[in-house]
Nanobody, 123 residues
Framework: QVQLVESGGGLVQVGGSLRLSCAVS????????VGWFRQAAGKEREAVSS????????YYADSVNGRFLISRDNAKNTVHLQMNSLKVEDTAVYYC????????????????WGQGTQVTVSS
């Protein structure tokens, strides 16, 4: 069975950094996309960044481009999201997901989800 486990969330000051990790297991398909999404209180889940397994094709939302960096370690089946220059508006629960069709930014196209990790940015 497919499992995704997020870690690395926490409380950080404005301008600080956090590194999130998503450990993926149980995916039998050779290629797929891992995406990071976030959901703030009272809002819908929105795409942050994604990366495909084999080609490492990446996507970044305009709101985080230049501040966040996504990467993956295929040997460990782990995807990381380095978040720099954090803003208050980055506060949300961050989820990683797996899309078997290689979707970049649509949460409805993702097949599996982790439990989420809270990121809180304070001024």
């Amino acid at each position: 069975q497919v499992q995704l486990v997020e870690s690395g969330g926490g409380l950080v000051q404005v301008g600080g950094s956090l590194r999130l990790s998503c450990a993926v297991s149980g995916v039998t398909k050779d290629d797929y996309t891992v995406g990071w999404f976030r959901q703030a209180a009272g809002k819908e889940r929105e795409a942050v960044s994604s990366i495909s397994k084999i080609l490492r094709s990446t996507y970044y939302a305009d709101s985080v481009n230049g501040r966040f960096l996504i990467s993956r370690d295929n040997a460990k089946n782990t995807v990381h999201l380095q978040m720099n220059s954090l803003k208050v508006e980055d506060t949300a629960v961050y989820y990683c997901g797996v899309s078997l069709i290689g979707a970049a930014a649509s949460p409805t196209m993702y097949d599996y989800w982790g439990q989420g990790t809270q990121v809180t940015v304070s001024s």
